[in-house]
């Protein structure tokens, strides 16, 4: 019994010992990309951090995902990078004349990849520009996402607002069913590419993607920066030729608070293993150091440490105590 009693206790300790910290990961609906790449950066962290695990969660992406961080209510997260400079800066949304307070320990671990902001709308809707969206029924994204902070500035940019038509506010998979099922005539959706909901919608319906032409790319590049040329190639989806459209950075983002270790071996261990999320979505491959080095907010200082022994200069922009 006395043996017994020794097994139970000593178990007891190994499991305390080896007790893991759990992590959460803010990503996005489960129709898009940040959902499946959130998994991934998971699985990296389950079998290379030590001392850590971590699960995903499905959000309505950048603007809730800041404010996850900013509040502590998740550890790390995917978001676009007009949203978290927004956020950063106390600009629009989250400005003196928004409804949101601005979020200044948001830190980025990298720049992920580049989000296509696809204008998707059906052979024969007759939408062909962007003025055309005037009078017709469109989705600009879900609430509380980065699709809606980059819809609004595009239009906004180009002379269109939310009362020149009428206004839904869907998730991928919801703005693919609604064009399917003939609900809205055009919607938004800021995703890596391919996305599985577009995806699955071209290969019922012939599908079309609005181009931006460089005259509206150069207002709505004048408006927000971050809002960069995105080319669509051929066949992107079923039936598409090349199109012109406009491509948002993804950040990871986490606190200031974020202990520096837990950065640093984070962002290690992401450009060390990243060949798991590559094999999740090839958006990955553009998740390289080097593009760290693009976050337009500051770097945590745990990935600045692992950006440098991999032979990066981090410029002063970059850096905040």
């Given amino acids: 019994?006395?043996?017994?009693?020794w097994l139970v206790g000593l178990a007891a300790f190994v499991g305390l010992a080896t007790a893991q910290v759990?992590?959460?990961?803010?990503?996005?609906?489960?129709?898009?990309v940040y959902y499946p790449v959130g998994g991934g950066y998971a699985q990296i962290i389950d079998q290379f951090v030590p001392g850590y695990t971590a699960t995903v969660e499905a959000t309505n992406a950048s603007v809730d995902n800041v404010a996850f961080i900013s509040r502590g209510d998740s550890d790390i997260a995917l978001a676009l990078a007009d949203t978290v400079l927004a956020a950063y800066a106390g600009t629009g949304r989250f400005g003196p004349d928004g409804n949101l307070p601005r979020l200044p320990n948001l830190r980025a671990i990298t720049v992920a990849y580049t989000n296509a902001v696809h204008?998707?709308?059906?052979?024969?809707s007759g939408i062909e520009r962007l003025e055309d969206l005037r009078g017709k029924r469109v989705s600009v994204g879900?609430?509380?996402?980065?699709?809606?902070?980059?819809?609004?500035?595009?239009?906004e940019a180009v002379g269109v607002t939310y009362d020149d038509f009428q206004v839904?506010?869907?998730?991928?998979?919801?703005?693919?069913?609604?064009?399917?099922?003939?609900?809205?005539?055009?919607?938004f959706w800021s995703g890596g590419v391919p996305t599985g909901a577009v995806?699955?919608?071209a290969e019922t319906r012939q599908i079309r993607l609005v181009s931006v032409s460089d005259e509206e790319f150069a207002a709505i590049n004048a408006a927000d920066p971050t809002l960069i040329r995105y080319v669509f190639p051929e066949g992107a989806y079923r039936?598409?030729?090349?199109?012109?459209?406009?491509?948002?950075?993804?950040?990871?983002?986490?606190?200031?608070?974020?202990?520096?270790?837990l950065a640093y071996q984070f962002t290690k261990n992401l450009f060390e293993h990243i060949r798991i999320v590559r094999a999740i979505h090839p958006s990955?491959?553009?998740?390289?150091?080097e593009a760290a080095l693009a976050s337009p907010v500051p770097l945590h200082l745990g990935a600045i440490r692992a950006l440098e022994e991999l032979g990066l200069a981090v410029p002063a922009p970059l850096r905040v105590d």
């Avoid at 204008?119 to 024969?124: A, E, Y």
């Avoid at 879900?142 to 239009?155: K, Q």
């Fill in 1 to 5: 019994m006395r043996h017994l009693r």
């Fill in 22 to 32: 759990p992590l959460t990961i803010a990503t996005g609906g489960t129709g898009g």
């Fill in 119 to 124: 204008i998707l709308t059906l052979d024969g």
């Fill in 142 to 155: 879900a609430p509380g996402s980065g699709t809606e902070v980059s819809a609004r500035t595009i239009l």
């Fill in 168 to 187: 839904e506010r869907l998730s991928a998979n919801e703005t693919a069913d609604a064009l399917r099922d003939g609900t809205i005539d055009a919607g």
């Fill in 199 to 201: 995806l699955s919608l």
């Fill in 239 to 261: 039936g598409t030729p090349e199109t012109h459209s406009v491509g948002t950075p993804n950040l990871i983002v986490v606190s200031a608070d974020m202990d520096e270790e």
């Fill in 284 to 289: 990955a491959n553009e998740t390289v150091p």
